[in-house]
C-alpha cells in the first residue's frame, strides 16, 4: 500500500512537472511569436507596431534597449537568428557532414596551420574592429556631445516634473536634432498621457536648459500619442523701414482694409484685415515701446485709402503729422474729446439705421467712408472723461460719462458699418476699457515691452510667453491665438503725411469732410435724458441739420447753398421747435436754450463745464425757477473770444 502511494505520489509529481513544462514551453512560443521580452515581464509602453518611449512604473533595474523596439522587430530579429543558426548547422551538419568530418581530423591531426589562420584571422578582425570603433567614434562625436552637454541635462530636468522613472532612456523621449539652435529647426519631446505636470514649467525647463529664444510651443495632448513640439523660427529683420523699395512696394499693394502693421519672421508680411479679422486694435505697451510708431504706421496706410481719421491725444503732442491733414480731426482737450465721442456715438447709430435700409446685399462703401478713431493714453483719457462728466453734470443726468457710453457702443457695433477703433495703453486692464466685455472687442492685439502679467491678462490663450525685448520696433501681433514676432513698419513724421495725401482715393459718396460736427445739444444726455447712454439719433430735415445728410447712402451733408431743399428718398420729419428767424441778443436763456438755438458748435456739456471753470463766463442776468438764465449777447461775445485751452483743459484736478 505504501508503495503504491509513493508510486501514486511520484506519478503526480512528474504529471506537474510535464503540464508546467508544457506550459512553459506554450507561453514561451506565444512570447517569441509575439515578440514579448522571453522572461514575461514588460519593461516599457512599446507594442507590437509602436516603440516604447519611457519606462513603466515600478520596473527596477536597468532597461535594455531591446525593450524599447516595437513586437515586429523583436520577431523579425528573433526569425531571422533562427533562420541562419538552423541554415548553417543544416549545412555543416547534414548536407556537407562528409567534408565537415574531414576537415575536423585534419585540424585534429596537424593544428599548426588551423592555428596560424586563426592567428591571421584574429589580427584582422582585431584591426577592423579597431578601425570601425575609431570610425564610429568620430562619426558619432557630435551625437555624444549632444547627449552629454543637452539631453541629459535636459531629462535630469524633467524627469521630476514629469514623474518619469529613473530607468527611463532620454533618447526614446527627447528627440532632439544636433542643430536644434538653428532656425526651422524642431524639437520634439513626448510626454505621459496622464497629463499631471504643468505646461509652463516644462516649456520653461526646455527653453532654460536648452538655451532657447524666439521658439514657438504647439501642444499636442488629445489621443494616444501626446507631445510637444517647439520650433525656432526666423526672427524679423532688425528694421523694416517705408524708405525701403520693397517694404514700400508692399505697402503700396496691401488691401484698402489691411494695412501693413510690419514684418515678421522667415519675411511674412504681417497685415490685420480690418473687415475680416479684427474690426478694432489694442496696442499694449510700456513707455518707450512705440505705440505712436504703431498709430502711426496704421493711420497714414488708412488715410491714403481714402479713409478719416479721428485723433483723440490728451498729451496734444503724440502725432503732430497728423495735424491739419485733410480727413484728420485732431482733438486735444478733454471737453472735445468728450464731444467727439458723442458725436461718433451718434453717427454710429446713423450708419445702423442706414445699413438697415440698404438692406443685406449693399454695398458696405455706400454706408459711409471708413472711420478710424485713434485714442491714445486710455488710461488716463477715460479717467479724465469720467471727471470732466462730473463737472459737467447736472440734477438728472446719467452717472456714466456719455462719451465713455458712445465708445463702448462704438466697439459693440458690427464691422459692417466701417468704424474701427485703434486704442493705446499703457496697461489695458479691464477697469481701464469699460470692462472684460469691451476689452474681448479687440481680437488683435499688439504687444511691445509687456510685463508677464500683461501677456496673462491680454494673451492668456498663448503660452508660454514669448521673452520680451528691447529692440526698437519689435512687438507681438496677437490675433486667432497665434502670436507673430513683427518687426513694425517705421515711418518718419514726413514720410506718413506724405503717404497719408499721395493718391488719396475719395470715399463712396462724394468728398470727404475734415470733421464731424458735434451732435445737437437735445440729443446729449443730461439734456431732457434720464437714462444712461446715448439715446436714439432725432429725424431733422435736411434743412434743419448740418451734422447729418438727407440721403443715407450719402455721408457728405448737402451744400450750403440750398439748405432748405431735400433729398428724393430723405426720410426726415419736420422740427417741432423751429428756430426764430430774428434773435434778441438781450434774451434772456438757460443754457440748455443757448446751445440749443443760439450757440451752434458749443455743446450743453461744454458750456456747462466753461460755467464752472473758465472765469471769463458771463455772469446770470437772473433765474427762472432754479435754472439761471444769462444774455444771448453776452454768451455770444464769450463764444467767440474764448480760448479753447480754457474751456477744454486736460487738466481737471
Not at 515578440?35 to 519606462?55: E, L, N
Not at 533618447?171 to 529647426?185: Q, T
Not at 489621443?223 to 505697402?251: I, L, N, Q, S
Not at 485723433?311 to 502725432?319: A, F, Y
Request: proline share 9%.
Amino acid at each position: 500500500m505504501a508503495r503504491r502511494a509513493l508510486d501514486r505520489m511520484a506519478q503526480t509529481k512528474l504529471d506537474r512537472q510535464v503540464e508546467e513544462t508544457v506550459e512553459a514551453l506554450v507561453f514561451g512560443i506565444g512570447r517569441f511569436l509575439a515578440g514579448r521580452p522571453m522572461d514575461g515581464v514588460k519593461r516599457t509602453d512599446a507594442t507590437f507596431w509602436r516603440p516604447g518611449t519611457r519606462v513603466l512604473p515600478k520596473v527596477e533595474g536597468r532597461v535594455s534597449r531591446s525593450s524599447y523596439r516595437p513586437g515586429w522587430q523583436r520577431l523579425t530579429f528573433r526569425i531571422s537568428t533562427l533562420t541562419v543558426l538552423g541554415t548553417g548547422g543544416f549545412q555543416a551538419g547534414w548536407a556537407h557532414r562528409d567534408t565537415t568530418v574531414a576537415t575536423a581530423r585534419e585540424i585534429w591531426a596537424d593544428p599548426d596551420p588551423a592555428l596560424a589562420a586563426l592567428e591571421q584571422t584574429g589580427i584582422a578582425a582585431a584591426s577592423t574592429a579597431a578601425v570601425g570603433t575609431a570610425a564610429y567614434l568620430a562619426l558619432t562625436r557630435k551625437r555624444r556631445e549632444l547627449m552629454r552637454e543637452w539631453v541629459l541635462p535636459l531629462h535630469e530636468a524633467l524627469a521630476l516634473p514629469l514623474r518619469l522613472p529613473e530607468q527611463t532612456d532620454p533618447r526614446r523621449y527627447l528627440h532632439i536634432p544636433r542643430n536644434f539652435s538653428e532656425d526651422g529647426a524642431v524639437i520634439r519631446v513626448d510626454v505621459p498621457g496622464r497629463l499631471d505636470f504643468s505646461k509652463d514649467l516644462v516649456a520653461e525647463i526646455i527653453t532654460t536648459k536648452l538655451a532657447l529664444e524666439g521658439v514657438t510651443f504647439s501642444w499636442h495632448l488629445a489621443g494616444r500619442e501626446t507631445y510637444v513640439t517647439v520650433k525656432k523660427t526666423r526672427r524679423p529683420p532688425a528694421r523694416a523701414a517705408f524708405k525701403d523699395p520693397k517694404v514700400r512696394e508692399v505697402v503700396a499693394a496691401a488691401k484698402e482694409s489691411a494695412p501693413v502693421i510690419g514684418i515678421g519672421s522667415a519675411g511674412r508680411i504681417v497685415t490685420v484685415d480690418l473687415d475680416d479679422q479684427s474690426p478694432h486694435i489694442l496696442v499694449n505697451a510700456s513707455t518707450g515701446g512705440g505705440k505712436s510708431v504703431t498709430l502711426r504706421c496704421i493711420a497714414c496706410q488708412m488715410l491714403h485709402h481714402g479713409s478719416r481719421v479721428f485723433v483723440l491725444d490728451t498729451k496734444r503732442i503724440s502725432h503732430p503729422w497728423a495735424s491739419g491733414l485733410p480727413g484728420v480731426t485732431y482733438c486735444r482737450d478733454i471737453a472735445d474729446i468728450h464731444d467727439q465721442l458723442i458725436a461718433l456715438g451718434l453717427e454710429g447709430r446713423h450708419r445702423t439705421r442706414v445699413a438697415d435700409e440698404l438692406g443685406i446685399d449693399a454695398d458696405p462703401k455706400a454706408i459711409g467712408p471708413r472711420l478710424l478713431i485713434l485714442l491714445e493714453e486710455v488710461n488716463t483719457t477715460m479717467k479724465q472723461l469720467a471727471r470732466y462728466w462730473e463737472k459737467t453734470r447736472e440734477s438728472g443726468d446719467p452717472k456714466v460719462s456719455p462719451a465713455i457710453d458712445a465708445l463702448n457702443e462704438i466697439l459693440y457695433m458690427g464691422r459692417q458699418l466701417r468704424m474701427h477703433v485703434l486704442l493705446v495703453a499703457q496697461s489695458a486692464t479691464a477697469r481701464a476699457l469699460g470692462g472684460p466685455e469691451a476689452r474681448e472687442q479687440f481680437s488683435t492685439r499688439i504687444l511691445a515691452r509687456y510685463s508677464l502679467n500683461a501677456w496673462r491678462m491680454l494673451a492668456p490663450e498663448i503660452h508660454p510667453a514669448p521673452k520680451p525685448t528691447k529692440h526698437p520696433g519689435r512687438a507681438q501681433v496677437v490675433s486667432g491665438g497665434t502670436a507673430r514676432e513683427t518687426q513694425v513698419l517705421f515711418f518718419t513724421e514726413t514720410e506718413a503725411r506724405q503717404w497719408a495725401t499721395t493718391d488719396k482715393k475719395p470715399a463712396a459718396g462724394g468728398p470727404v469732410p475734415v470733421q464731424l460736427l458735434g451732435p445737437p445739444a437735445e440729443s446729449l444726455p443730461g439734456a431732457g435724458s434720464t437714462t444712461p447712454g446715448l439715446p436714439p439719433a432725432p429725424e431733422q430735415p435736411a434743412a434743419a441739420s448740418e451734422d447729418r445728410p438727407a440721403d443715407p447712402r450719402n455721408p457728405t451733408p448737402p451744400p450750403a447753398a440750398a439748405p432748405a431743399a431735400p433729398a428724393a428718398n430723405a426720410t426726415a420729419t419736420p422740427p417741432t421747435t423751429p428756430s426764430p428767424a430774428v434773435v434778441d441778443d438781450d434774451q434772456a436763456v438757460g443754457l440748455r436754450q443757448a446751445a440749443d438755438h443760439h450757440l451752434p458748435g458749443i455743446t450743453l456739456a461744454a458750456l456747462r463745464f466753461a460755467r464752472a471753470n473758465d472765469p471769463a463766463f458771463p455772469d446770470p442776468a437772473g433765474k427762472r425757477g432754479a435754472e439761471l438764465l444769462y444774455r444771448v449777447g453776452d454768451l455770444k461775445k464769450w463764444a467767440r473770444n474764448r480760448p479753447r485751452a480754457a474751456t477744454g483743459t486736460t487738466d481737471l484736478d
